[in-house]
């Protein structure tokens, strides 16, 4: 029962990793401006990010330890340092991406300005992590995710051609705008390949005290959890491809994909929209602001634990709480929420090699996991993730600044 | 015996791949656009997005599938885009046959806006049915005098 529960993780993580505003800006994004060309990245991305996932469970259930921690003890506080410090910059800059995605949501149904709801998300956000436990956390935004299904039916309700469908998953190498063609394709591999997502799912594993019995199940976990964000960015995707594209929609602004929903639902499709927004930006605020606090505190090898209570492990509450307060400054003083989401994920692609290289080298440590070390099939996956990652730290910005992706 | 070609060292990985990542941005910095008419039909061609948008949202409304604070929201989002657009159009040396025509859209595309948003505020149907069928032409329009142009 408690490995079946476990699913809950894999869907928190995935909901809050895979599913966040940068992601399902980028889906939206790409089947306005290209129908169903783009499909294939989510598809590349999600394969990757199941094996990513998967490895940093395997780390945590093998271990018992979550991957800053591990990375600390293995290469030294000094080599950690920098990489850190990047981490925790991607981190703030994500934070105020999802909190922004919060608000916004909220503006939409409130018609009061975005920036206004800053101040009351940040403390409902900090009240709620002070308040409840890990658990909690998995099995409330699990379940609130769900509302995010409503751009897989939408997306099914609206009949796509199957040939033009399953034609997406080929990757195109003749589109028209070639620089925004590949500036979408890198802001959705970079947008879903988030750092946090396996500091998140490592540091959980330890919190639910997974052992290495878990390791068969962390597998169904991972391709389960993040096969469902995969399916509803792939339904972002699909419905802008059937309701933006044809009007000629390409959503320049987070606005313009309020409309998606509203063909399929009529009446509910603009409330759907933003509930499924926010939902989405809930859980990965929470996430994220708990990452932090988990890299954070194992780096400093302070006390750490979402189900502790506050008192006992202060220093890790005063980092989300510090963390999500200068986040909410960001939206507070009406930084653009677009226009930090494609800042944020530029700093997630840069950060990304930083953290898979030293994770490549501690998941192929016999010493450390013995039996449930890499084999050539994850390692093989793992070298084109750290390839990826370079390319995406180069690339990112230039197209994103040339051909206006993301 | 060494030759002048086998004296030079071979090019080293990184060498190598500097001289790809010099490649790769010089490619794509050649892929933007270089003449006036070019630039000005990039700087306008969101303009194309934000009429459709607008009409969507003016049928959305009349169906009663956004509220009218959402038509206030992307009116004010559309505004800022156009005038933005119509700033830019306005200090192109693009030729005058296809800038004027695009300057002229651009005004007219801002007055419909401004438009929607009255009628939305007055609860006035048959005038938000009127806009979205304004909105519609121009983007006609519009579509028409890029494509040509492109």
Redesign the interface.
């Known amino acids: 029962m408690k490995k079946a529960l476990a699913l809950t993780l894999g869907i928190v993580t995935s909901i809050g990793g895979f599913l966040d505003m940068g992601a399902l800006a980028t889906s939206a994004q790409a089947g306005a401006s290209y129908r169903f060309q783009l499909l294939w990245t989510i598809g590349l991305a999600t394969l990757l990010v199941i094996f990513l996932v998967e490895m940093s469970g395997r780390f945590a259930a093998a271990t018992r330890k979550a991957l800053p921690d591990a990375i600390r003890e293995h290469f030294g506080f000094t080599f950690w340092l920098v990489p850190f410090f990047v981490l925790s910059l991607s981190h703030l800059l994500v934070l105020g991406t999802e909190i922004g995605g919060i608000c916004f949501a909220l503006?939409?149904v409130?018609?009061l300005p975005t920036s206004f709801w800053a101040l009351p998300v940040g403390v409902l956000l900090v009240t709620f992590l002070w308040r409840s436990t890990f658990n909690t956390i998995e099995d409330s935004t699990s379940l609130l995710g769900l509302i995010t299904l409503a751009f897989v039916v939408a997306a099914v309700s609206h009949h796509p051609p199957m040939k033009d469908l399953l034609a997406g998953f080929v990757p195109t190498l003749t589109a028209e705008e070639?620089?925004k063609y590949w500036g979408i394709a890198v802001s959705i591999v970079g947008a879903v390949l988030s750092p946090y997502l396996f500091y998140f799912y490592s540091s959980g594993a330890v919190e639910d005290d997974w052992d290495s019995s878990f390791i068969g199940v962390n597998r169904g976990i991972a391709a389960l959890g993040m096969g469902f964000g995969s399916v509803v960015a792939m339904g972002a995707l699909v419905v802008a491809a059937m309701v933006l594209a044809p009007?000629?929609?390409?959503?320049?602004?987070y606005?313009?994909a309020?409309?998606m929903l509203?063909d399929a639902f009529?009446?509910w499709?603009?409330l759907l929209f933003a509930v499924g927004l926010g939902v989405a930006c809930l859980a990965a605020s929470l996430e994220v602001a708990l990452s932090m606090a988990y890299a954070t505190a194992q780096t400093f090898g302070w006390n750490w634990g979402e189900s502790l209570d506050p008192r006992e492990d202060a220093r890790f509450g005063a980092v989300y709480t510090g963390a999500i307060a200068l986040s909410s400054l960001i939206i507070l003083v009406g930084v653009d929420p677009l226009k930090l989401t494609l800042l944020a994920m530029a700093t997630e692609a840069a950060v990304l090699p930083f953290v898979a290289l030293p994770f490549l080298i501690l998941m192929n440590d016999r010493k450390l996991l013995k039996e449930h070390a890499n084999g050539w099939i994850s390692n093989t996956v793992a070298v084109i993730v750290l390839l990826l990652a370079l390319v995406l730290t180069?690339?990112s910005i230039?197209?994103a600044l040339?051909?206006g992706g993301g | 015996m060494r030759n002048a070609f086998s004296s030079s060292p071979a090019p080293s990985p990184v060498r190598r791949a500097r001289g790809g990542l010099i490649a790769l941005l010089l490619f794509l910095i050649a892929c933007q656009p270089s003449s006036p008419e070019e630039q000005l039909l990039k700087t306008v061609q969101p303009v194309g997005s934000w009429l459709a948008s607008l009409e969507m949202t003016g049928r959305k409304w009349s169906s009663n599938s956004v509220p009218a604070s959402f038509v206030e929201a992307m009116t004010a989002s559309a505004r800022e885009a156009i005038g933005k657009a119509a700033e830019e159009a306005a200090k192109s040396s693009a030729r005058p046959g296809l800038r004027d025509p695009l300057r002229a859209l651009l005004a007219e595309a801002e007055e419909a806006g401004r438009d929607l948003r009255r009628a939305v505020d007055q609860d006035d149907r048959a005038g938000v049915a009127r806009s979205v069928g304004r909105l519609s032409a121009l983007h006609a329009r519009f579509e028409a005098l890029t494509k040509g142009a492109a």
Do not use: E, K, Y
């Open positions: 503006h939409l409130s018609g070639p620089l009007r000629g929609i390409a959503m320049d602004d606005h313009q309020a409309l509203t009529p009446f499709g603009f180069v690339v230039p197209l040339l051909g």
